[in-house]
């Protein structure tokens, strides 16, 4: 079993939907982060969570420590938003990310 | 800030060639990593710094890749000799405390 498990693996939309991408994890962390990768490959950091909620934009990040979850949100989707969404834990025993597998979004127009 | 800067963006190269790959960290980030991403096996962390000391090369694959931190600002990764299953693409990250960020990539193709 993988430490940290996304779900789904792919997701399909039309634009304007609502998303929901979802990350489970099993070890203990100090935080966890979001990322987008588009197809030209950089990585770019969403969010850092390691409580709580976080919004920016149509963005929204939430985390739930006890259960050991975290999703995120996009609200009222757009092609633009089309990207591989992944979910990576920080270990609270060092700084090694460990990472999901990852979400790869469309949203068609 | 510039962000963390990689050199070069794009490499192709011929088997049997040596390599080497650069990262310039965000100034003032005691932690430098670097990934390796492919689609086979996704992200995968070959080797980090902590204040320019390799804390923990576990993830390197073979003796052909090494990386070295010489100060706070450079970073390289070489493999000598490279071979085509090292095409992927290499990213570098740094962080202070928990938040790693990270550079464009060197995407890497042998042939």
């Known amino acids: 079993k993988n430490e940290v498990e996304q779900s789904p693996q792919n997701l399909t939309a039309q634009e304007g939907e609502f998303i929901t991408i979802n990350c489970s994890y099993s070890?203990?962390?100090?935080?966890l982060h979001w990322l987008q990768q588009h197809p030209g490959g950089g990585i770019v950091s969403l969010f850092m969570?390691?409580?709580?909620?976080k919004k920016h934009g149509r963005l929204i990040a939430t985390i739930n420590i006890q259960e050991k979850h975290s999703s995120l949100h996009i609200t009222a989707s757009h092609p633009r938003d089309s990207a591989v969404y992944i979910c990576?834990?920080?270990?609270?025993?060092?700084?090694?990310?460990?990472w999901g597998a990852g979400t790869k979004l469309i949203i068609k127009p | 800030d510039a962000g963390v800067i990689q050199s070069p963006r794009h490499e192709v190269t011929e088997m049997g060639q040596e390599v080497t790959l650069r990262c310039k960290p965000i100034?003032?980030?005691?932690?430098l990593f670097w990934y390796r991403q492919t689609m086979m096996r996704g992200l995968e962390l070959l080797i980090y710094?902590?204040?320019?000391?390799?804390?923990?090369d576990s993830g390197m694959p073979e003796d052909r890749f090494s990386a070295k931190m010489p100060n706070a600002s450079f970073s390289t990764l070489k493999i000598q000799p490279s071979e085509p299953r090292d095409s992927a693409v290499y990213f570098c990250?740094?962080?202070?405390?928990?938040?790693?960020?990270f550079g464009p990539g060197t995407r890497l193709t042998v042939l």
């Open positions: 990576a834990v920080v270990m609270d025993s060092n700084y090694q990310l460990i």
């Open positions: 990250a740094s962080s202070f405390v928990n938040e790693q960020f």
């Open positions: 969570l390691s409580s709580g909620k």
């Open positions: 100034s003032g980030h005691d932690y």
């Open positions: 710094f902590n204040n320019n000391v390799p804390i923990d």
């Open positions: 070890v203990g962390i100090s935080a």
